[in-house]
């Protein structure tokens, strides 16, 4: 870790998450950085990846028991289109032609809040005088974001609903 912000933010996110297991991040090719947090048990490990605010201050999140690395990867890549390319927020759907995710069902994000995966996760919160605003990144099949595409948000939320789906993406 090379900033204040960045110890900040993964100190907050620990304590959000009630775990004190350390960091793991990346640094990518393109300059940008992600984190990684185990936040499971040994029988049950879980992460939550998330992204590193770079220019802008979207936070992007995701909470899966897959590969901690290339989830890291994903959120590093989101940070990256966010503040290079479009401003990602609520309800938007990314495709996504990342290899891993695509051989585990997965072909798009709903970017979402938190509190779909974790009630106590804050929208947003004040790290060395920037205003961090946290995206839940989730992970979609073809089928759901179908549905979101065809038939709204609402649509896709009931669908979730009728077949408890989980919000933490399993890999």
Same mark, same amino acid.
């Given at each position: 870790?090379?900033s204040d912000f ?27 950085? *992600? ?7 040994? !029988?049950?490990?879980?992460?939550? /990846?998330?992204?590193? $605010? ?17 989830? *890291?990867?994903?959120? *590093? ?6 503040? /290079?390319? *479009? ?7 990314? $495709? ?33 005088? &920037?205003?961090?605003?946290? &995206?839940? !990144? ?16 609402? !649509? ?8 408890? &789906? ?6």
């Open positions: 870790m090379s960045e110890k900040h933010l993964y100190l907050f996110i620990s304590d959000v998450m009630k775990t004190e297991s350390d960091l793991e991040w990346f640094e990518f090719p393109d300059g940008y950085k *992600a984190g990684s947090i185990f936040i499971g048990d040994e !029988a049950d490990p879980i992460y939550i /990846n998330y992204s590193f $605010p770079n220019k802008l201050n979207d936070c992007y999140l995701c909470i899966s028991d897959g590969s901690h690395k290339d989830l *890291a990867s994903q959120m *590093a890549s989101l940070q990256q289109y966010n503040e /290079n390319e *479009a401003h990602l927020c609520h309800n938007h759907t990314v $495709p996504t032609d990342d290899k891993y995710l695509n051989e585990n069902g997965w072909y798009s994000y709903l970017i979402t809040t938190p509190q779909i995966s974790y009630s106590k996760f804050p929208e947003n919160t004040e790290i060395q005088g &920037r205003n961090i605003v946290f &995206r839940l !990144a989730l992970p979609l099949s073809k089928n759901e974001k179908s549905i979101k595409i065809d038939q709204g948000i609402n !649509a896709l939320m009931d669908y979730f609903q009728k077949i408890e &789906r989980d919000t933490i993406s399993f890999v």
